[in-house]
């Protein structure tokens, strides 16, 4: 059985849609733990956290890229970033360097 070209181009655009969603960096950062410290929008909770509101986007995620790979250390960042894949990382950054 052939297929229409019409018929072709519907299932084209179908698949093309199936994509994941992009990630939500603000949702992450909640199901990460990354507001605990940081708070939702990058002001720190705290003095002692650092403020990520304001950082640029690449910063943030080269730094989040280092604590997971081990080449920056940190207690509590290297197994908080240990677990977070480049997506994740991508829209952490992106969401606390907006």
């Not at 990058?42 to 950082?55: D, M, S």
């Not at 509590?76 to 606390?96: C, F, P, Q, S």
């Amino acid at each position: 059985m052939r297929m229409s070209f019409a018929g072709a181009l519907v299932c084209v655009t179908l698949l093309a849609g199936c994509g994941e969603a992009p990630l939500d960096g603000a949702t992450l950062a909640q199901d990460k733990g990354c507001v605990a410290c940081h708070g939702l929008q990058g002001e720190a909770v705290a003095p002692i956290y650092p403020k990520l509101n304001g950082q640029w986007e690449k910063y943030l995620r080269l730094q989040l890229l280092a604590y997971r790979d081990g080449k920056r250390e940190n207690a509590i960042m290297n197994g908080m970033a240990a677990t977070l894949t480049d997506d994740e990382i991508r829209a952490l950054a992106k969401h606390y360097g907006s």
